[in-house]
T-cell receptor, first 113, second 115 residues
Framework: GESVGLHLPTLSVQEGDNSIINCAYSNSASDYFIWYKQESGKGPQFIID?????DKRQGQRVTVLLNKTVKHLSLQIAATQPGDSAVYFCAENSGGSNYKLTFGKGTLLTVNP | DVKVTQSSRYLVKRTGEKVFLECVQD?????MFWYRQDPGLGLRLIYF???????EKGDIPEGYSVSREKKERFSLILESASTNQTSMYLCASSFIRKLANYGYTFGSGTRLTVV
């Protein structure tokens, strides 16, 4: 898994398996969280978001889980495909008027065929 | 399809040159941001802007300046490029108080090499 401030971890999975990417955030005041996917040579793309009043949110093949008690966020990818290979990173918004996001350093997901 | 467009994908500049990186968004977003991304360091905020002609320093503003004369355009300026500014530069935009659905929208990035 990853934590804001740590080196880039890696996760290698077989095609068709489920993937779980973790993120620990530090600011208990953060009220909004986002997962981004960044493929090699491209800009980050929004995957899914969640607000702090929710514990779980589902998208297409992706689920984000938020555990505020331990300040932990996870991204679950179902039936991982080769096209899912990328760096995934979480971002948190600590509120306030400026809406700056704080980004984790990311996890490199490699999907083996 | 909404877009954040960065004018160049790749740039090679010489040390000491003044470099302009341009970013344009077509979503009428109030907020715009410039980040640099380096291996092992993640995304680091250089400057951001909440409105036309407004700018605020991010975490690593040294050696950079910005300009936002129009809402849709946010320019990053390297006053005198140095080799330690070789990096991937990412522009992003967002709504004010409207992060609920989409967060930041990023451009494709500009990979700048200073030689």
């Amino acid at each position: 898994g990853e934590s804001v401030g740590l080196h880039l971890p890696t996760l290698s999975v077989q095609e068709g398996d489920n993937s779980i990417i973790n993120c620990a955030y530090s600011n208990s005041a953060s009220d909004y969280f986002i997962w981004y996917k960044q493929e090699s040579g491209k800009g980050p793309q929004f995957i899914i978001d969640i607000r702090s009043n929710m514990d779980k949110r589902q998208g297409q093949r992706v689920t984000v889980l938020l555990n505020k008690t331990v300040k932990h966020l996870s991204l679950q990818i179902a039936a991982t495909q080769p096209g899912d290979s990328a760096v995934y990173f979480c971002a948190e918004n600590s509120g306030g008027s400026n809406y700056k996001l704080t980004f984790g350093k990311g996890t490199l997901l490699t999907v083996n065929p | 399809d909404v877009k954040v467009t960065q004018s160049s994908r790749y740039l090679v500049k010489r040390t000491g040159e003044k470099v302009f990186l341009e970013c344009v968004q077509d979503m009428d977003h109030e907020n715009m941001f410039w980040y640099r991304q380096d291996p092992g360091l993640g995304l680091r905020l250089i400057y951001f802007s909440y409105d036309v002609k407004m700018k605020e320093k991010g975490d690593i503003p040294e050696g950079y300046s910005v300009s936002r004369e129009k809402k849709e355009r946010f320019s990053l300026i390297l006053e005198s490029a140095s080799t330690n500014q070789t990096s991937m530069y990412l522009c992003a935009s967002s709504f004010i108080r409207k992060l609920a659905n989409y967060g930041y929208t990023f451009g494709s990035g500009t990979r700048l090499t200073v030689v």
